[in-house]
């Protein structure tokens, strides 16, 4: 008999009394009835995964891509191929466009003075050019935990490289410096700036000669050129200034942004519900990718997961009570254009989602459960994750993920669930040269897939639902609890107004 029967036997009790704390009464696997079913599907997912398989594929025989690429679109249809292959029903492609296209050049760059050497650079995503063979200038700091003052003397900087450096403490939380950020590269655009050295949100190359792509805003191009550069080579120009030398360098780099919008799809299938089919929850990853390598671990780790957890479901013969929406986003890396492209497209269906269930956070172990801001489902998913320690300890919490596909449904009131993973090997491969298949090891993969084809099929089919959207003001509420207000904002994506705005504001590191 499990520990929970006697705290039911007392719910009976207190139910004839009128006290409605049924939802209170946490109910895992062992007392919903969902127990053989999860059983089922954990041997399939174990021991007749095909999750690396999918990864090796969509790695070596597509590689990187780029949305609103021929590779991404080539991607798209390669995962609706396999949807079909496992099975699944309604499989389908759900076009949108983003605001422009953008193609990598090439970025080149050498140290002319006080030495004479190569420096490893890459261009960020949606950034623009130097004018045609390039040009030499002297490498000028800014620093971007001061950010907002140095928009205020960027008049200074008219053909200099900027180097963007991080001196101090910063004013602000890294979002909110992220978004400060492009207002920067605005203005160093029209004062003239050749160049600009820094990484997504101004930040610095992790990992031996690396350098990271990225974009630089939601939804955002910019027409100066902004390129990473690996530490080693930065470490350089940094010391040298803190001297009080002035390098002076020759930097080329050309890409190439597209005059207006570019199509792109999410992939869509679905295992339709036994009982509430019109109940969805969406489960899924990001199919599209940066271009220094194959995108193994961003994000077709979270691609191979989703699909891997299909399949182990699809094979264990297991119909869950309520739909699940197998989605590969795209555009994730533009500012998660497929999934909001997804809620406009679903609008009139929000009210029946149950939530989704989103891994994006690399190759690593899932360590927790984020539950994108429902503070009331805690109670209520613990149980389960408890029901998973056998194969790993898995925490659970109501925090809001808003740098994935969770956050649009964070947003509309829903839990945006974020399989939060390891990232200690991560923080290299995440937009580099080193994102290749190389980086996933298979256990790990095989396992993430069963927990994320458990997780869902758990939500999907227990027999109550978990959650239902919260009402507007209460969704302003948490997300401005959570801290999510200041950094939506910015990024020009808060969609509530002053709803919740006598909300206590956080202190958030
Ligand atoms: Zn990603």
Redesign the pocket.
């Known amino acids: 008999m499990s520990k929970y029967s006697a705290g039911l036997a007392l719910l009976g009790l207190l139910g004839a009394s009128g006290f409605a704390w049924a939802d209170e009464v946490p109910k895992g696997p062992d007392e919903d009835g969902t127990k053989p079913a999860l059983t089922r599907i954990a041997g399939e997912g174990m021991m007749n995964s095909h999750a690396f398989e999918y990864l090796a594929e969509l790695s070596d025989d597509i590689g990187s891509r780029v949305t609103g690429s021929p590779a991404e679109r080539k991607a798209e249809e390669w995962g609706a191929a396999k949807m079909k292959a496992i099975g699944l029903e309604n499989v389908h492609l759900e076009k949108y466009t983003i605001w422009k296209g953008w193609t990598r050049g090439t970025a080149d760059a050498q140290l002319l003075a006080p030495t004479a050497h190569k420096l490893h650079v890459d261009a960020m995503g949606w950034t623009g050019s130097t004018v045609a063979g390039g040009a030499d200038g002297d490498v000028v700091p800014v620093n971007m935990f001061d950010i907002d003052e140095e928009i205020k003397n960027v008049a200074k900087l008219q053909g200099k490289i900027v180097l963007v450096t991080q001196k101090g403490q910063p004013k602000k939380n890294f979002m909110m410096l992220f978004a400060s950020f492009g207002d920067f590269l605005k203005a160093a655009h029209d004062a003239g700036v050749i160049a600009v050295i820094g990484g997504q949100g101004g930040s610095k190359s992790q990992g031996l000669n690396l350098t990271h792509t990225g974009i630089l805003g939601f939804d955002t191009d910019f027409a100066v050129p902004v390129v990473s550069m690996t530490a080693e080579d930065q470490g350089q120009l940094e010391r040298l200034i803190a001297r009080g030398i002035t390098p002076r360098m020759r930097i080329n780099v050309q890409n190439t942004l597209t005059s207006g919008p570019v199509e792109a799809a999410n992939v869509v299938g679905e295992i339709r519900g036994r009982e509430h089919p019109e109940q969805i929850l969406v489960v899924g990853?990001?199919l599209d990718?940066w271009d220094l390598a194959q995108g193994a671990t961003?994000?077709g780790s979270?691609t191979a997961t989703t699909l891997g957890a299909a399949d182990a479901i699809m094979r264990s013969g297991q119909k869950p009570r309520r739909t699940i929406r197998f989605v590969l986003f795209t555009g994730?890396?533009q500012g998660l254009d497929g999934s909001f492209a997804y809620m406009k497209q679903h609008a009139a269906e929000i009210q029946n989602h149950v939530g989704d269930l989103i891994l994006?956070?690399?190759q690593g172990p899932v360590t927790d459960f984020m539950l994108g801001g429902r503070d009331d489902l805690v109670a209520a998913f613990q149980p389960f994750a408890s029901s998973l320690a056998n194969l790993r300890t898995i925490k659970v919490n109501d925090k809001v993920e808003s740098?994935?596909d969770t956050l649009p449904f964070s947003i509309a009131g829903l839990p945006g669930i974020n399989m939060n993973q390891d990232t200690s090997d991560y923080k290299y491969t995440?937009h580099s040269a080193a994102d290749a298949l190389e980086a996933q090891k298979p256990d790990v993969l095989t396992q993430n897939a069963t927990l994320m084809a458990l997780t869902a099929f758990w939500i999907a089919d227990r027999p109550e639902r978990l959650a239902s959207p919260w009402p507007a003001e209460r969704t302003a509420r948490m997300l401005r609890s959570q801290g999510q207000y200041e950094e939506l904002k910015a990024f020009n994506i808060w969609p509530f107004g002053d709803l919740g705005a006598d909300e206590k504001r956080p202190v958030k590191h």
Do not use: K, L, P
Request: aromatic fraction near 0%; charged fraction near 35%.
């Open positions: 990853g990001h990718s961003d994000n979270g994730e890396e994006d956070e690399g740098g994935t995440h």
